[in-house]
């Protein structure tokens, strides 16, 4: 752009960043009022209007406009893109790029922040608009329209201010906001708004003191001055500041959604410390998966190889060299293709644990595993990644998890040559082969040393022969020798010639060819607690284990079993990838299995699993009940001897533990049933119930309640059998799977009936009045919540009775029976207020809300959906915030606040970026479209006139 024109500030014009000269007063007006209508038509009696005013008039405005017109187009000559023409009848226009206004720039760039995705953009578009302002707009000049448009203007520059402190205070960018925000309240005493924003970050700074003196000279001063009250949300805030409300807490950075992140997966396993050599592989990964700008197809390099070759290695040794070719994430699985605990890990599992990590919301996952592969696939699209499928079985476990963007690389490891991928994908397969002499010789002596191995040169070659080339074998005779530096390294020789003539003539398996002999010389060094516990891992489900589960499994103390961990990590046979959570290479854990089997009674095994199923059931139902505390409990028994389960205190740490431990339990779960444990089997679904209702998280709960049903019906207990359905039914109908929803739900009304069990009757009803909410029919629904409500009533169950009371009520609203559902609403929210239900407070609140605004109670109803919203959040329900905002957006619409609506419904939209809910997105973005729609015709037609 060669010209720029500054009305905030000076009116100012530079061509190609040099000033030119505009000349007296009245010119600059006259430029200043055609720049602000860019592109407009102006009238020659409005530029006489605006530029004048009540000032005297010169005997000839027309004349004297034609003249300013004459002089500005000589001024700006030298702009070839800027353009006066004039326009019939009598009217002027300056045609030029918006952009090159700094009070249009202004203008979109905060439009541009409130609209953006995410807090960061709008925080660096929000700043980049204030930066814009060198001084007062049209500084020096007068007249009634300039000043009008002047006040207007600053009024527009302090409310994005405000605007940015709340994006900046999300952030969490508090303490460097604080004198910021002092200064400016001086200046500002009476704007609530911003005394709401200096008190948070008084308050989140550690001043909370200061944050309630502030309350109170603003609640002197509009007292004093204007005679009001503070408004609702400042004394909100100050009710909450006095209660320390946790929720006023400094947020946790985000880089997005919730506002939506942009979520950059960074997935990839530690990289290895000793790698060595492997130069002629790392150069053909380079040119495998090097990329030629004219080939659009993925590039994809499969890494083959016996077990303990070194495939994981090699790829992320690779990986690590070029992380500059994936700034937006790797994604990474262990596929288990091989694990001897455990079946390969299905694409649909792995899809789903990819989708988590792109920040796709649970309860946005499709339900189709092939709408799950396609949203896999369009979110990596056009992204620079690495998907690292690690240890894969075979080509159709893989085939579906490969991106569909050129942008993207693929990389897999596996035992198999997978031809699948090579012909139907076109991917290149290097062959893994056993280390070189030399690379193995530097391998062991990145463990040891040179001059420990020098020294002895022909007993470190009888080591490396142990070890067949193999690099995870070197490892671990470099972590043997390593811990018993004192010894001669012929005494390890000694020992291991010995070891490996007995192991390789039991040797069956190519991937465990001379590896038996090493880990047997590893595992007769150890300790003999350290031994249990590595036999006991052997034995343990799932990809990892935390700590308090192997000191279950051993019923060993936490602290003997994390020093026999620390123990087993130092030989290289366990390896801790978190703190607090180990794992094995699948080949050490076939080892540890063969020997728990072939040293342990088959009694003492049954122990140790029934201890880890236990620690995993009675840790999930502690978390469950913190969730939760109004839920019908449920008997889990006493837990076995040894098994230490974790108590979890409050609701944050509850949902962390299960997000955690979620997959472990499923896989605990299924270890239950094939054990022929089947009382755990249900009740470990049971325990994960309102962890996934909260995530909506209802493949899981259909799959766990699936195999809880399959272990109830291996009961002779009519009432669990129909608990089970009764909960797949619930977990199916909020997987929108309707029809085996009503077909478990009814089954299990009539068994209820059938046998009189008025509990379960009143269940069923209230589970099948949500399945017909969810299918859109109030009427059907209300009339399952009506009996529910009589029966729970009868049984004198409050905690049910309020829930009830509230299902029955939004039905009813949804109906248009306004009377009856406030009736019974009030009646839930009492109930939910004296028992401490804050997820019914939150649910009944918005109820009340809606009624409010469909019986013309617009006021009541913004303050109830206010307080519905800060329960929502405090709750971390995302999902439910959702509608909530969008009904929040309706009352702000009717009430004429155009500006707080559509904010409220890019909020909401946001959201549902952020949890892939297109169809609820597009409803609300045309909601908002209409409003745009509607902000435009005006302005349009006042430019026009």
Partial sequence: MTVQFRLLGDVEAHVRGQPIGIGYPQLRCVLAVLLVEANHAVSVDQLVDRVWGDRRLPRNPRAAVQHSMTLLRSALSGAADVAITRKPPRCYQLDVEPETVDFHRFRRLVEDGRAADDDARAAALLEQALTLWCGEPFAGLTSPWLESTRATLILHRHEARLDLADVRLRLGLHAALLPDLAAWTAKNALDERLACQFMTALYRSGRPAEALDHYQRVRGRLADELGTDPSPPLRRLHEQVLAADPALAAPTVRSGPATVPVTVPRHLPAQPLFFTGRTRELADLDTALGKDDADDSVPISVIGGIGGIGKTWLALHWAYRHLDRFPDGQLYVNMRGFDPAAQPMPAETVVRVFLDALGVAPAAVPLDLDAQIGLYRSLVAGKKMLIFLDNAADTSQVAALLPGSPTCTALVTSRRHLSGLVAAHGARFLSLDRMTDQEAYRLLARHLGDDRLTAQPGVATELLSCCGGLPLAISMVGARATRNADFPLTVLADELRDQSGVLNALDTSDDLVSLRAVFSWSYRALSAGAAAVFKALGLAPGTDTCLHAIASLTALPTARARTCLRE?????????????????????????????????????????????????????????????????????????????????????????????????????QELAARQGWHTPGWQVAWTLDTFFRRRGNYHDAVRAWRAGVASADRMSDTATQTLARRRLGNACGGLGLHAEALRHLRHALAVSEKTGDALGQAHAHATLGGVWEVRGDDRRALEHALPALRLYQDLDLPVWVAWTHGQVGWHQAKSGLYPQARTHCEAALALARRHRDRELEATTVDSLGYIAHHTGRLGQALDHYRQALALLRELGHDYNEVDTLDRLGQTYRALGHDDLAGATWRRAVQLCQSQQRADVAGRIQRQLDVLRQEQRAPAAQVSRT
């Fill in 568 to 668: 087993l990590e130092q030989a290289h046979l366990v390896g801790q990838h978190a703190a607090g959570r180990y794992r094995m290479h699948d080949l050490v854990r076939l080892y540890a299995r063969e020997r728990a089997h072939q040293d342990n009674p088959p009694a003492a095994t049954t122990d140790a699993l029934r201890r880890l199923v236990d620690f995993y059931l009675h840790t999930a139902h502690t978390a469950d009940q913190v969730l939760d505390p109004h839920r019908d409990p449920i008997r889990i028994g006493t837990p076995a001897d040894g098994c230490a389960f974790t108590t979890i205190e409050d609701e944050p740490a509850a949902m962390r533990w299960l997000a955690t431990e979620f997959r472990n339990l499923l896989t605990v």
